[in-house]
C-alpha cells in the first residue's frame, strides 16, 4: 500500500452528481433533470464556437479581455472587477480556497445548491447549514448560524432546487449584519429569468461592498453548459485575489468567443426568457391542477412536491424513468417527497403533465 495520505478531509468528500441523462432502455429520452435551456444555445454563439476551430493550436487569452469587456458593457460595471472560470462552480470554490481555511465555517441554507458544502469541505471548512422557511432562505437564521469561526456565507438566489428568492431588501439585511470579515456570495446562476420587481441579482451590493461577491452562469439562460463558463463580479481586491488562484488559460478560446456572441444576441435572449415565462406558468398551474404542490418558482424549473404517501416521488420518478422522461428525485438533499421538473420545449411540457396526470390518476 501507498504511504501517501491526504488531506484528512478529502476520503470523505462527497463528489456532485449532475441530473441523469439517460433512463434504461429507452433510446431517446427527454431530459429535464438539470436546468438546462430548452432553447439551446443562441445560434450566433454557434457560429463563433464552430469558427474558433481554425486557431485551436493557439493557446486563449490569459485575461479573456474581451469577454469581459462585453460583460462590463452589458452590465455597466467595471471589466477589473470581473473574474471569470470554469461555470460558475469553480468561482465558488476559489472563494473558498481565498477565504476559509480548514476548521473554518462556511453557512448556506438548507436546500441550497450542494456544492457549497463539497466547495466547503474541499478546503478543510465546516458547512453549516441553516433553517430555511417555505423552501426559501431565512435571513435570521443564517444570522443566528454566524459564529466568530464564520468566514463565508453562500446564498443562492434564486435558489436551487427550490426556485425561490430573497427579495433585495432581505439580501440588504443580510448583508448589513454581517461582520466585515465575512464574504458574502450571492450565487445567481438563473437571474436572468426573474421578472419580479422585489428582486436584484447582487451587482449593486457587489459594486458598493468591499465584502460581497455575485456569481453567474452561462449555463442556464444561454445554453452554453457543456462549455463550462461563468463569471464572478467584487470588489477589486476580492477579484484580484479570485484572479491569483485561477489556472491560467480557465477560459478556452471557443468557449470566450461564444459567450461573448450569446451576451451581445438579445433578441435570442428576450425569445428563450419569454418562452420560459410562458411555460412556467403554465407548467405549474396545470401541475397544481393535479392536486400535487408546486413551490413558486422564478426560475426554469419547478419543484413539485407529492404529499400523499400513496403516490411518492420516488414512484412518480420510475414511472417517468420508464416513459423516457428523466427529472431529478432529490433524497439526498431530505427532498425525498419531490421532483424536479426544468421547463422544457412545448411537447415536452404538455407530455409530462400529460404522464403525471396517467401517474396521479392510475
Not at 449532475?18 to 438539470?34: M, R
Not at 405549474?284 to 408546486?294: N, P, Y
Amino acid at each position: 500500500m501507498s504511504g501517501l495520505v491526504p488531506r484528512p478531509w478529502i476520503e470523505s468528500l462527497e463528489v456532485y452528481e449532475g441530473g441523469k441523462s439517460k433512463t434504461d432502455g429507452v433510446t431517446k429520452a427527454v431530459k429535464l433533470s438539470s436546468n438546462e435551456s430548452a432553447l439551446g444555445p443562441s445560434p450566433k454563439a454557434m457560429e463563433a464556437y464552430a469558427a474558433a476551430v481554425h486557431t485551436l493550436h493557439r493557446y486563449p487569452d490569459a485575461s479573456y479581455a474581451t469577454l469581459k469587456q462585453t460583460i462590463a458593457d452589458k452590465y455597466d460595471i467595471s471589466a477589473s472587477q470581473i473574474v471569470c472560470g470554469i461555470g460558475s462552480d469553480e468561482i465558488l470554490k476559489l472563494a473558498c480556497r481565498a477565504y476559509v481555511a480548514p476548521g473554518d465555517e462556511v453557512i448556506y441554507s438548507r436546500y441550497g445548491f450542494m456544492m457549497y458544502p463539497i466547495a466547503t469541505r474541499s478546503v478543510g471548512g465546516v458547512p453549516v447549514e441553516a433553517e430555511d422557511q417555505d423552501y426559501t432562505a431565512d435571513v435570521d437564521k443564517i444570522l443566528a448560524s454566524v459564529t466568530d469561526k464564520t468566514r463565508l456565507v453562500f446564498l443562492a438566489n434564486p435558489n436551487n432546487p427550490t426556485g425561490t428568492y430573497v427579495p433585495v431588501s432581505e439580501v440588504e439585511r443580510l448583508h448589513r449584519n454581517l461582520p466585515d470579515n465575512v464574504l458574502l456570495v450571492l450565487d445567481a446562476a438563473y437571474a436572468e429569468f426573474v421578472a419580479v420587481k422585489d428582486y436584484e441579482a447582487g451587482i449593486a451590493l457587489a459594486s458598493s461592498a468591499p465584502n460581497v461577491l455575485m456569481t453567474r452562469t452561462f449555463s442556464k439562460l444561454y445554453g452554453l453548459a457543456a462549455l463550462r463558463l461563468g463569471w464572478g463580479y467584487a470588489s477589486r481586491e476580492v477579484a484580484a485575489n479570485l484572479d491569483r488562484l485561477r489556472d491560467p488559460f480557465n477560459v478556452p478560446s471557443p468557449t470566450e468567443l461564444a459567450g461573448t456572441a450569446a451576451l451581445k444576441d438579445i433578441a435570442f435572449e428576450e425569445q428563450a426568457v419569454a418562452h420560459n415565462s410562458h411555460w412556467l406558468g403554465w407548467l405549474s398551474a396545470e401541475i397544481s391542477a393535479l392536486g400535487l404542490q408546486v413551490v413558486p418558482s422564478v426560475t426554469n424549473f419547478i419543484l413539485i412536491r407529492f404529499p400523499d404517501g400513496k403516490k411518492t416521488a420516488e414512484a412518480a420518478n420510475d414511472f417517468l424513468l420508464k416513459k423516457g422522461y428523466i427529472l431529478r428525485w432529490l433524497p439526498g438533499q431530505g427532498l425525498g417527497d419531490c421532483l424536479r421538473l426544468t421547463v422544457g420545449l412545448e411537447e415536452e411540457n404538455r407530455a409530462v403533465v400529460a404522464l403525471l396526470k396517467d401517474f396521479m390518476e392510475a
